[in-house]
């Protein structure tokens, strides 16, 4: 069975910090992951995803992340935090037939 | 626009009283799927569909039905609800790849419907 753990439920930063959102996964087989953001009262939306062509993954926005097999981690960074970054963060881990989700981290960008 | 829309936004029920919150996505996509939101629980899958009449369970099936007549519906039923049914829901369609490739498919999202069944 497939899962992700996403640590810390919330995350505060100041606008121009850097944002780092952490993800761990675990996979019997080789992972293809997910992060999606969901902004106020919307529905998910694709940031960026791990498809096994470069570990280090470009996204939407001015985020990024690095898959690290060895510590089995996919976390997402921003240099620099701006306030629309507000939102709820999910990672998730694709199988052939289902996304499974972690739990979410709630992004909070103080001015 | 290439939209997942779903209907209705928000509804308020009783228990036991049937519902059906329609899905509906213009982009000829092969995969479709229900999830709900709970807090700290993410996003839990509830049914999907590989294709017209192919359903199948996902994570949290109980209590839930779906069906697949038309490639671009996909519509959930709750025959009875109870309280714990209340929560976010969300249909997703994606392209719906052959194989391995399926396993990289975006997914994309409807609005959501915030169900409150009291």
């Known amino acids: 069975a497939q899962s992700v753990t996403q640590l810390g439920s919330h995350v505060s930063v100041s606008e121009g910090a850097l944002v780092l959102l952490r993800c761990n996964y675990s996979?019997?087989?080789?992972?293809?992951l997910f992060w999606y953001v969901q902004y106020p009262n919307q529905g998910l939306q694709l940031l960026l995803k791990?498809?096994?062509?470069?570990?280090l993954v470009k996204g939407i926005n001015g985020f990024e992340a690095e898959f690290k097999k060895s510590e089995t981690s996919f976390h997402l960074t921003k240099p620099s935090a701006h306030m629309s970054d507000a939102a709820e963060y999910f990672c998730?881990?694709?199988?052939?037939?289902?996304?499974?989700f972690g739990s979410g981290t709630q992004l909070t960008v103080l001015p | 626009e290439a939209q997942v829309t779903q209907n209705p936004r928000y509804l308020i029920t009783v228990t036991g009283k049937k519902l059906t919150v329609t899905c509906s996505q213009n982009?000829?996509?092969?995969?479709m799927s229900w999830y709900r939101q709970d807090p700290g629980l993410g996003l839990r899958q509830i049914y999907y569909?590989?294709?017209?009449?192919?359903?199948d369970k996902g994570d949290v099936p109980e209590g839930y039905k779906v069906s697949r007549k038309e490639k671009r519906n996909f519509p959930l039923i709750l025959e009875s609800p109870s309280p714990n049914q209340t929560s976010l829901y969300f249909c997703?369609?994606?392209?719906?790849?052959?194989?391995?490739?399926?396993?990289?498919?975006?997914?994309?999202f409807g609005p959501g419907t915030r169900l409150t069944v009291l």
């Open positions: 996979s019997s087989v080789p992972p293809y």
């Open positions: 997703a369609s994606s392209l719906g790849l052959a194989g391995d490739l399926l396993s990289t498919d975006t997914q994309y």
């Open positions: 791990y498809t096994s062509a470069a570990t």
């Open positions: 982009m000829n996509h092969e995969y």
């Open positions: 569909s590989m294709n017209v009449e192919v359903t």
């Open positions: 998730a881990v694709s199988s052939a037939r289902q996304l499974t």
